[in-house]
């Protein structure tokens, strides 16, 4: 989970970065460009968060869907290797993951460590009272909270020039943006993005003292002092340097740029189609394993609940109360279910017990309430729901394995793992409708669905006595052999 949202993280924020250098990185509209950085920055961690109500109701009957076991297609030695590669995912790749990320944070931590207290032994220069601390034998000069560093071998001329200038740092709060950015480099310390955003503001706050401070002089002396700026002194990441020898040229050039067009300024609504199209893809890209972990848990409780309060002489009427209430959050999970809610724990039970539900559109029924599931042919004999269900499984495993051709790794230049997964019905007349496959080549989700639409006919799911479409959804991982 962590692992995805990293990921979108990091997608979304080069999204965002792109956008900048492509549209707004040359503009002079420099308070609009620190804007930016720091929303966009902020915003990316907030997105993968967010979903459009609208788009989740419109696909969130996959979550309603049963899901099949996963069919492994190759041979048993494929198989095998599939099988002991998930274990050892889970017990020998997450932990050292977990370790990795922690070790990073610790490195992180030390480094900023050392800052601070380089920093802080600056401190001890500082005079009660003053804000301007003087640094003995040295050509410092930065801004950090509200004080301003400067050394004592400055001379007077350039010494006037860069207060104003280091002033200008200090009104605008620009440390606290590159402290934020600090604390971002500790927590996600493998993300790159994440130090070219820093970098990017750095720059945009020169360019705004710059734009202050020319105000107090000529641009010809303000160059000059630029150019005559002495290079020794040390960069700190989380301090407005004066003299940084790798921007003095960007912030003579952006000096001397003509001022943007105010229509230049049509380029910043671009970012809400940007924003809007990233709430489109995570409201309607779910991981299918949590859709399909929801709807498992809501089938157990349901079970679980209809089974206690069936034995309502064995609970007291405490506990009942609390398990009627406890059926109405998961009721309220399962879109499907009819949500007719009482006060009298009677007609609740009830409710519960006889498993009343309204069909969706297209008649569809969850498989956490229907009463009778559709059945495979061979499998007429067996009683239970379950019985049935695992039979099902059993008997397309072997359909598929048996059908599908996997000679399409050759033919396809494919390696490695390959998973796709098969979403279908089985409609009212027990044949399969409304199929849909997603996979890494259009060509295997071809394959996939030309197989699953050679199933037999089945005998169709009941609800209430009467045939009923059930909604299934299948994983199919393929390796290709090496």
Same mark, same amino acid.
């Given at each position: ?31 609009? !460009? ?118 004592? !071998? ?36 493998? !993300? ?42 040390? !960069? ?69 609940? +209809?089974?206690?309060?069936?034995? +309502? ?35 609740s039970k009830e409710l519960l017990m006889t498993k009343e539900v309204v069909l969706d559109s297209d008649g569809n029924v969850p498989f956490a309430v229907i009463d009778e599931v559709p059945v495979f042919p061979g499998c007429e004999s067996l009683a239970t729901n379950e019985e049935r269900k695992e039979c099902m499984s059993q008997r397309i495993s072997k359909f598929v394995n048996r059908n599908f051709n996997t000679g399409l790794g050759k033919e396809l230049n494919l390696t490695d793992v390959n998973r796709i997964f098969v ?12 199929? +849909? ?46």
């Amino acid at each position: 989970m962590m692992v995805t949202y990293s990921i979108q993280v990091i997608c979304f924020q080069a999204i965002f970065m792109a956008a900048y250098y492509l549209l707004l990185r040359k503009e002079t509209f420099f308070t609009y !460009n620190r804007i930016y950085l720091l929303v966009t920055l902020c915003i990316s961690f907030v997105v993968p968060f967010l979903k459009i109500p609208f788009l989740q109701t419109s696909t969130s009957a996959i979550s309603l869907r049963t899901l099949l076991p996963e069919i492994i297609i190759g041979t048993p030695e494929v198989a095998n290797d599939i099988s002991k590669a998930g274990v050892e995912t889970t017990q020998a790749f997450d932990i050292p993951l977990l370790l990795i990320y922690i070790t990073g944070i610790i490195i992180s931590l030390i480094i900023l460590s050392i800052k601070i207290y380089k920093i802080s032994k600056l401190y001890t220069y500082r005079k009660k009272g003053e804000k301007v601390v003087e640094i003995p034998n040295s050509n410092v000069a930065f801004a950090l909270f509200n004080h301003i560093f400067i050394g004592a !071998n400055i001379d007077a001329l350039s010494r006037k020039q860069i207060l104003n200038h280091e002033h200008i740092h200090l009104k605008q709060k620009h440390t606290w943006d590159l402290v934020l950015l600090e604390i971002l480099r500790v927590v996600m310390w493998f !993300n790159p993005l994440v130090y070219i955003f820093q970098n990017q503001l750095s720059v945009i706050h020169e360019y705004l003292a710059d734009q202050k401070a020319i105000h107090t002089t000529t641009k010809k002396v303000y160059y000059e002092e630029l150019l005559n700026a002495s290079f020794g002194s040390k !960069n700190i990441s989380f301090t407005n340097t004066f003299f940084n020898h790798s921007l003095i040229k960007k912030r003579i050039i952006m000096l001397q740029k003509s001022k943007s067009k105010k229509t230049a300024l049509i380029k910043y609504t671009f970012f809400i189609p940007l924003l809007l199209a990233m709430l489109l893809y995570v409201s309607c890209s779910e991981d299918n394993t949590s859709l399909v972990s929801e709807e498992q848990s809501i089938e157990q409780q349901i079970e679980e609940l +209809r089974a206690r309060i069936s034995n +309502r002489d064995n609970i007291t009427q405490e506990e009942y109360d609390k398990f009627v209430e406890f059926s109405k959050e998961v009721i309220d999970k399962t879109t499907s279910v009819k949500k007719v809610y009482t006060s009298n724990t009677d007609e609740s039970k009830e409710l519960l017990m006889t498993k009343e539900v309204v069909l969706d559109s297209d008649g569809n029924v969850p498989f956490a309430v229907i009463d009778e599931v559709p059945v495979f042919p061979g499998c007429e004999s067996l009683a239970t729901n379950e019985e049935r269900k695992e039979c099902m499984s059993q008997r397309i495993s072997k359909f598929v394995n048996r059908n599908f051709n996997t000679g399409l790794g050759k033919e396809l230049n494919l390696t490695d793992v390959n998973r796709i997964f098969v979403s279908f019905e089985i409609d009212k007349n027990g044949l399969i409708t409304n199929l +849909r496959s997603r996979s890494p080549h259009p060509d295997l989700g071809n394959e996939a669905e030309r197989v699953i639409k050679l199933l037999p006919k089945m005998l169709p799911g009941k609800q209430d006595g009467k045939p009923v479409n059930v909604l299934y959804a299948l994983p199919i991982t393929f390796k290709i052999a090496e």
